[in-house]
């Protein structure tokens, strides 16, 4: 989960590191530090806490040095201090490393490393790595060598980046397993090496990304690969990354959070141009990788996602069921692998991940792989690991989402499943093109339709403020909105520290029900869709123990509104597409609750925007 970049070339390391790092701050920031080498030497810098507190330290005196690296931490073995922020020594101070992972075996390694008079200062279980690395040196290996050496030593899965005072100019970087990305960055007589794209895309667009298993040396005008058997992979090739860069900036707004909750109706619309065909109506999913034959031969489809994506995957199995006639579950990727599925050729695994390197996600896909499930994925990343182990890939078009709290990623994945759902239903033929036809066109109305809800922000922020010193809230809804109430809970606790929970509201009289007085508001999602009736008697149950019904209601829908304390009215929509509708008021509620609360919400505590970590 920790954020990764390097640089060698003609120009000052430092603050190309400084600004990679604060690109990288969303994926950790327990602790930051940046390694410079420079006339022999190696210059090391670092600060617990935020990145701001490294940039105060330094005081604009930067390391000088025309080749380094630096991380940001999300601590996993040790806390959050100086010693322990990496970049990481060996005892002659000639080896620096930083990683993203978890060495398994760290305590018999540093026992080992001990024994053999190495000096280890901190209490990481990285901190082994430079120490492996330096006994190969010392033994007579280059540094590409050590650091594979290396490898065949620790437990488990990393990204890992290295320089020694003894290559000046060179940078070695390893992915082994599903620890996290590494992407190398090719410059104009420069290199790069990040955890993450976005990261490298100010400075290029021509990226290669390591699978796992590989290597990299780079010097500034020079790369090589090579397998963890040392074998030289000579086909590697850069390829053209299409992201914009402005994209990543916060624009006119505060918070990254506000800036893509606004994106959305953009979002969107970009996820399904060029793919929902209109006339003659069809869907044209560029990369979808799985031939027609295969998807009419598969029985069932399961969906996996975790945290945000897991809540688009739940209706992902509702558009499979009820657009595409497929019997369709959907599960919690880390709980898939443990229930070992009973899952085959026969089963259409479709994963959604927004960065595509969220480790649970990544086994479980492993595990379809080794099963021969053919695979589609469903994220927002180009060239992430999840696109490749997957069969085929339809990717939202977000651009990078900055903000650790997803939203416009969300309503982008509800809209790349309904397209899929909606292809796999007419290859199957399960929809004829006048009911494709309506399909596409409900679609095709989300944009201008979210936009319009995004106009209720003021009002939200009202009830917002009124709401804000709450301790709990209960978000109730049914049917296809019931994953909505689960994502607007998830959102209002990670960015506000309220304890939410989101319930199917048939389930309240089951228990919740005994939560509810006048401190608990209730977020009710009482739409137009079907489940209004009953929406309603949950609202009056809510109300007879006097609880507080802040109701996401149909425009019109007088009588609902006055039963509710705070009515949120949204325009009539299709029922299956309601949820991109419905989870806006909940973005921006949680939003302005947070901020009313003065809580960090880009960088939540305790959060990483990747979780690379089981
Ligand atoms: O990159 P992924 O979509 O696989 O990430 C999954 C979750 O970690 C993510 O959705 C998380 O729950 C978000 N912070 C929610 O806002």
Avoid at 558 to 578: H, I, N, Q, S, T
Wanted: proline share 5%; glycine share 10%; charged share 20%.
């Amino acid at each position: 989960m920790c954020g990764i970049i390097g640089y060698t070339g003609e120009r000052d390391a430092a603050p190309l590191l400084l600004a990679g790092l604060q690109r990288l701050e969303y994926r950790g920031y327990d602790s930051a530090g940046i390694a410079v080498l420079d006339d022999g030497e190696i210059a090391v810098v670092k600060g617990a806490g935020k990145l701001s507190a490294l940039r105060d330290g330094l005081e604009g005196a930067y390391p000088p040095g025309r080749c380094g690296i630096g991380h940001t931490r999300w601590a996993t073995h040790g806390k959050p201090t100086t010693d322990n922020a990496h970049p990481h020594l060996d005892c002659s101070g000639a080896i620096v490393v930083i990683h993203n992972g978890i060495v398994e075996n760290y305590l018999e390694l540093r026992a080992e490393l001990k024994a053999h008079g190495h000096d280890l200062r901190s209490e990481t279980d990285t901190e082994v790595i430079p120490h492996l690395i330096e006994a190969r040196m010392d033994a007579g290996d280059d540094l590409l060598t050590a650091l594979r050496q290396t490898l065949v030593r620790i437990r488990g899965a990393h990204a890992i980046v290295a320089m020694s005072k003894r290559e000046a100019g060179r940078i070695v970087a390893a992915r082994a397993g599903n620890a996290g990305g590494v992407v190398i960055g090719y410059g104009d007589g420069e290199m790069f090496v990040s955890s993450d794209l976005p990261a490298l895309l100010t400075e290029t667009q021509r990226v290669a990304f390591l699978s796992d298993g590989e290597i990299a040396s780079i010097t500034a005008s020079s790369v090589q690969y090579v397998s963890s058997a040392g074998d030289r992979i000579a086909d590697k090739q850069p390829q053209v990354v299409p992201f914009d860069p402005v994209s990543a900036a916060k624009g006119a707004h505060k918070h990254f959070m506000l800036k893509e909750i606004m994106e959305q109706p953009e979002c969107i619309m970009d996820t399904f141009r060029g793919r929902a065909i209109f006339d003659p109506p069809g869907v044209a999913l560029e990369s979808i990788g799985l031939a027609d034959d295969v998807l009419r031969r598969v029985s069932r489809v399961v969906l996996i996602g975790m945290g945000t994506s897991m809540h688009a995957a739940m209706l992902g199995r509702t558009y499979f069921e009820r657009i595409a006639g497929i019997p369709a579950e959907v599960d919690n990727s880390s709980e898939f692998r443990y229930r070992r599925a009973l899952i085959g050729p026969d089963t259409l695994v479709v994963s959604v991940a927004q960065s595509g390197e969220t480790v649970d996600t990544l086994e479980a896909m492993a595990d379809a792989q080794r099963r021969r499930a053919p695979q589609l994925t469903i994220c927002n990343t180009p060239g992430a690991q999840s696109t490749r182990i997957a069969d085929g890939v339809v990717l939202t078009r977000c651009g990078p989402e900055v903000a650790v709290a997803s939203t416009k990623t969300l309503t982008a994945s509800i809209s790349a499943l309904y397209l899929l759902a909606c292809h796999v239903g007419r290859v199957r033929g399960v929809l004829d093109a006048a009911r494709l036809a309506e399909r596409i066109g409900a679609l095709a109305r989300a944009p201008g339709l979210v936009g319009e809800v995004l106009g209720l922000d003021a009002r939200v922020r009202e009830i917002a403020n009124a709401l804000a010193t709450h301790e709990n809230f209960l978000f109730l809804a049914r049917g296809a909105q019931y994953p909505m109430a689960l994502e607007g809970a998830l959102k209002l606790k990670e960015v506000s520290y309220i304890h939410a929970e989101g319930y199917p509201a048939g389930e309240m009289k089951h228990g919740p029900i005994a939560l509810i007085d006048r401190t608990m508001p209730v977020v009710a999602i009482a739409l137009d869709d079907g489940t209004r009736e009953k929406m309603l008697s949950n609202i009056e149950q809510v109300r007879a123990r006097e609880g507080i019904v802040v109701g996401i209601v149909t425009a019109g829908d007088a009588e609902l509104a006055a039963k509710c304390d705070f009515a949120l009215e949204l325009p009539p929509y299709e029922p299956l597409l309601y949820p991109l509708l419905s989870a806006v008021p909940m973005q921006l509620l949680s939003y302005h609750i947070a901020t009313k609360r003065g809580c960090d919400v880009d960088q939540p505590r305790n959060l990483a925007k990747t979780v690379t970590v089981e």
